[in-house]
């Protein structure tokens, strides 16, 4: 019992879980590492899109409605942190989501993609997304793409 045969599987065994252990140290090492080198570009990223939004979009609440307005831009570069920040500012009580465009000089698919969430927020809650007072190049993007036949667009 205990013989040279099993004491040399011991053996074997102990260093085999040993290296294991190395190569996942130095594995879980190496992600750590290139997480570390990450999250400032993320926070970065999170940074500007958060200033493009604070620099201009205002939001108020008025009873069932929120109303957002001061967008001069809806695109790749602030579209998710527009969404996250409306969708934050929505209540349960706001049904309405209004969304002056009087400003907005620009749109892309992603803005679309954006007002298209915040469209289906409103509508999950038994409300409406309005967008009011688009100028000639954003009711042209909608148009083209057919989006102002599922927003409501009111122009004065």
Known sequence: MGGPSQKFRHQRLTNYLLRTRQIIGRAISSIFS???RLVPVVESAFVCANVLLEN???MQIQ????RISGLKEL?????????????V???????????????TTFI?????G??????????GRKGVLRLLNP???VQQILELTRMHRIFEIVKS
């Open 34 to 36: 290139c997480l570390r």
């Open 56 to 58: 201009r979009m205002r």
């Open 63 to 66: 009873g069932d409605t929120l």
């Open 75 to 87: 695109g790749a570069a602030n579209a998710n942190a527009f969404r996250d920040e409306a969708r």
């Open 89 to 103: 500012a929505m209540t349960e009580a706001q049904r309405i989501v209004e969304i002056d465009l009087s400003e």
């Open 108 to 112: 892309d698919s992603c803005g679309l």
């Open 114 to 123: 954006a007002l298209i969430a915040l469209h289906k927020t409103a509508c």
């Open 135 to 137: 100028p000639p190049p």
